[in-house]
């Protein structure tokens, strides 16, 4: 079964002014689209790993054909972040972590503040396309780090909580080069209660 475009929880313009609506739908219905549409040409002769959830396939890239080991990286990571993604923010402007989450950013980093000082700076000085993230590893440990291009930290063996995609083409209608501002803006838009899910989740 082919892979599908999700739909948004929430219209276009509903992130404005933080994220602009002729961002988010470029960025949805373009960039996201052609993602799943090359995952799914790549897995074309390979039913049964189409049948897969793509995090499966993302966990496991070294199993795969070594003819579609790549694009499974490249397009399955850009499927699966983009659509962690779009989940994980909201228009409600719910600025607070859940208590549960919010003690083991504490934990971890010293204190709310310092994790969004450490996670901005993660994603300010990222050369070149990629994201940000905010994951569980191996340890149930939460990291912040970066990574390229689509890669995911499922193939990493680590859970994503919140990934933060700074491509240009998420920002630049809006920011141009000024990734400094997105990344500021960003933090209005979280979805804390679904990334507190994620947490719950594994924890």
């Given at each position: ?105 504490h934990t971890a980093f010293g204190s709310f503040d310092q994790f969004k000082q450490q996670f901005s700076d993660a994603a300010a000085t990222h050369f070149g396309s990629g994201w940000a993230w905010l994951a569980l590893d191996a340890s149930q440990t939460l990291k912040i780090y970066s990574l390229p291009n689509q890669d995911s930290p499922l193939s990493q063996g680590h ?45």
């Open positions: 079964m082919a892979y599908t475009l999700p739909k948004l929880p929430y219209p276009y313009n509903a992130l404005e002014p933080h994220l602009d609506a002729a961002t988010m739908d470029i960025h949805h219905t373009k960039h996201h689209q052609t993602y799943v549409d090359k995952l799914n040409a790549a897995l074309e002769k390979y039913p049964e790993l189409q049948a897969q959830a793509v995090e499966s396939l993302l966990k496991n890239l070294d199993t795969l054909p070594e003819a579609i080991r790549t694009p499974v990286r490249n397009h399955g990571g850009g499927h699966t972040n983009h659509t962690l993604f779009w989940t994980s923010l909201t228009p409600t402007q719910d600025l607070t972590p859940t208590s549960d989450l919010l003690q083991a950013l859970q994503p909580l919140f990934g933060l995609d700074v491509w240009e083409h998420a920002y630049y209608l809006k920011y141009q080069n000024r990734r400094p501002d997105y990344i500021a803006a960003i933090w209005h838009c979280l979805n804390w209660p679904e990334i507190g899910k994620r947490f719950q989740a594994k924890v």
